[in-house]
């Protein structure tokens, strides 16, 4: 599928002649070479040779496991510097604005306030459903991304697929699918439809189901030209060789991560039968993530008797309509039966 990139990317960017890396300009043809191209350090150690910028050996093996092909891959060191590049890419400074669905993850903001970008916020509805018609009402030429977490963070449902489809239709600029919880959601990832639609970007993570928020990896899906795009203006070596090394061992591990996954699941559903039973939990919002969102009688207080009991949750009451809520992490089976006992000793 053509897609027309002017209309999308930063005109003053496109023309940039990225920096060339010392490894790029060489390509191995199976030989073993002395390498005195890099002003490396040739006593050998794991890591004294700088990673491969283009990550080739890791993207083959997240294509097949993805179904998207290399040229529609983009690695980042996690979701939040590919946020960072596509805001950065995408808007003028001072000119173009970034469409963000409140209550919302807060990178997104911070990413585009970092940038110079503008951000317009078009509240989710009470439900946290998305308001197609306000969004594309609200929306301009100058609207550039729309930020669509799905699963959504803080809320933890996920939208309606139908609405999805009708922004990505719809909205001027690019829409960015934040995937960061889809292994614990109902629906499947929006990865398959990828080819049908230029201006959709999908972008997933290895810090939540995969276990590795240490590692710092995100993997962004989209046209291919939007990729190369990416190229061009990343750091020459944003994914170091610790990563690449650690996240090829765990794209092994997919048996033990889907293990993982069931039992977070069941844990998140004992979790939320144990809320419902409490009188000062007013609502135990349905999930769809990794965690859960409640609402309750004083999220100040109860936040700080969770704090003295030793446990810490995220207080998400500033976040827009989230009063008096908090965001509980699904931990272990030994962590939860201790969050379930603390709980049930709070008075109402
Ligand atoms: C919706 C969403 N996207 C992205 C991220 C961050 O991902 P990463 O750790 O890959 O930067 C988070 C983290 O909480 C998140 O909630």
Redesign the pocket.
């Known amino acids: 599928m053509k897609i027309d990139v002017n209309k999308y990317l930063r005109k003053s960017l496109l023309a940039v002649a990225p920096y060339q890396s010392a490894r790029e300009e060489y390509v191995n043809d199976g030989r073993k070479m002395i390498l005195l191209d890099a002003n490396e350090n040739p006593f050998a150690t794991a890591v004294n040779r700088y990673p491969d910028p283009m990550q080739l050996e890791l993207k083959t093996q997240i294509a097949a496991w993805k179904k998207v092909p290399i040229n529609q891959i983009y690695l980042s060191n996690?979701?939040?510097e590919f946020i960072s590049q596509i805001i950065m890419g995408c808007c003028e400074p001072g000119v173009d604005h970034i469409v963000l669905v409140p209550p919302t993850?807060g990178?997104y903001k911070v990413a585009a306030t970092l940038n110079g970008v503008g951000v317009v916020e078009v509240p989710l509805t009470e439900d946290f459903q998305l308001d197609v018609s306000a969004i594309l009402e609200t929306s301009n030429e100058q609207s550039k991304l729309l930020f669509i977490?799905n699963p959504n963070?803080p809320t933890g449902n996920s939208f309606n697929r139908k609405d999805i489809k009708t922004l990505v239709e719809n909205f001027n600029g690019l829409v960015v699918l934040?995937e960061?919880?889809v292994e614990f959601a109902e629906a499947k990832s929006i990865l398959p439809e990828l080819a049908k639609h230029p201006n959709l970007m999908v972008c997933q993570?290895l810090?939540k189901a995969q276990g590795m928020?240490g590692v710092?990896l995100?993997m962004a899906f989209a046209h291919a030209e939007l990729i190369l795009f990416l190229n061009k203006i990343k750091a020459p070596y944003n994914i170091n060789s610790l990563t690449l090394k650690a996240v090829l061992q765990k794209l092994k591990e997919q048996e033990l991560v889907k293990e993982q996954v069931v039992y977070l699941l069941k844990e998140r559903k004992r979790l939320e039968a144990s809320f419902k039973e409490l009188d000062w939990i007013i609502t135990c919002f349905p999930s769809d993530a990794n965690f859960i969102l409640i609402r309750v009688d004083d999220s100040a207080l109860r936040y700080a008797q969770l704090i003295e009991a030793g446990i810490v949750v995220r207080n998400s009451s500033n976040s827009l309509g989230c009063e008096n809520t908090l965001r509980i992490s699904v931990g272990t089976q030994e962590e939860n039966n201790i969050l379930i006992n603390v709980l049930q000793t709070l008075e109402a």
Do not use: L, Q
């Open positions: 996690g979701s939040d993850f990178m977490p963070n934040d960061a919880y993570t810090s928020a710092r995100g």
